[in-house]
């Protein structure tokens, strides 16, 4: 076991534990923006699917057993990614006590402060989407209406403010993605020089999927698309 705790106490284990971390808040994060893409069959699918979501595994489970579950697993992956990112970040500034006598940024120093800065603004996006959409705190959203997501998210994105939220915190996330695709497959030591290209490319498409899809949604309400 001892091992095992070394591991995670290096700075290795700490970075791939903030990749699987990522691997299933990726997951989330693309299966959401498919399952979002319902809106555009209409109220009826899209409110239907919501409900689904509540009904997964009952009557095994009780009502929203499974939301439940997913939400733990969830929340679990946040705070997993937080902490090893936050670790990570403390060692490498230990490692460096002392300010640079003449700081001369290099490409990883630019890519690891937006990923850090990236994270801390997707954290305070998702707050404040929980509250508009899933809590419906009426001064965030003052049209909620409980059960009616599709309403919900119509109303929410006919606020010109809150929809220019939603796509400037979708272009942090794609940066974000874009690198953090591109550096897991380093953390989990899967990184060759063959494989390479490859991997930039594939974190680009899945980073581009998910930024157009998500800011698909705000710009077809605007465009009375989905009305
Ligand atoms: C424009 C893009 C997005 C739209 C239109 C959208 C829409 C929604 C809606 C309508 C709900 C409420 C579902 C319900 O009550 O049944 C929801 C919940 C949620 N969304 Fe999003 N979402 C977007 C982007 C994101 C992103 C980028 C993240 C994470 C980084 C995210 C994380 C969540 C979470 C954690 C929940 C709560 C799920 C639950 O516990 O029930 N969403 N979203």
Redesign the pocket.
């Given at each position: 076991m001892s091992w095992l705790m070394s591991f995670f106490r290096s700075q290795v284990g700490k970075k791939a534990v903030m990749a699987v971390s990522g691997i299933a808040?990726f997951g989330?994060?693309l299966v959401?923006?498919f399952g979002?893409l319902k809106?555009y069959l209409g109220a009826e699918s899209f409110n239907h699917y919501?409900?689904w979501?509540?009904e997964i595994g009952y009557p095994l489970l009780p009502h929203s057993g499974m939301?439940w579950i997913?939400?733990v697993g969830?929340l679990a992956a946040v705070a997993i990614h937080m902490l090893s990112a936050w670790q990570v970040t403390r060692v490498s500034w230990k490692a460096r006590p002392k300010d640079y006598e003449q700081w001369a940024p290099q490409a990883s120093d630019y890519a690891s402060r937006t990923m850090r800065w990236g994270g801390v603004i997707?954290a305070v996006?998702?707050l404040y989407?929980?509250a508009h959409?899933?809590w419906g705190w009426s001064w965030v959203h003052p049209d909620f209406i409980v059960g009616d997501?599709y309403h919900?998210?119509v109303a929410g994105?006919s606020v010109w403010w809150v929809s220019a939220i939603?796509i400037l915190?979708?272009l942090v996330?794609g940066l974000h993605l874009s690198h953090g695709l591109w550096s897991l497959f380093q953390s989990l030591g899967w990184s060759h020089p063959r494989f390479n290209a490859w991997r930039r490319t594939f974190a680009r498409v899945f980073a581009l999927v998910?930024v157009v899809?998500?800011?698909s949604?705000?710009l077809s309400v605007w465009a009375g698309w989905v009305q």
């Open positions: 808040l989330f994060v959401h923006m979002n809106v919501a409900e979501l509540r939301l997913a939400r969830l997707i996006f998702v989407h929980l959409f899933t997501p919900n998210l994105f939603y915190a979708q996330l998910i899809g998500n800011i949604f705000p």
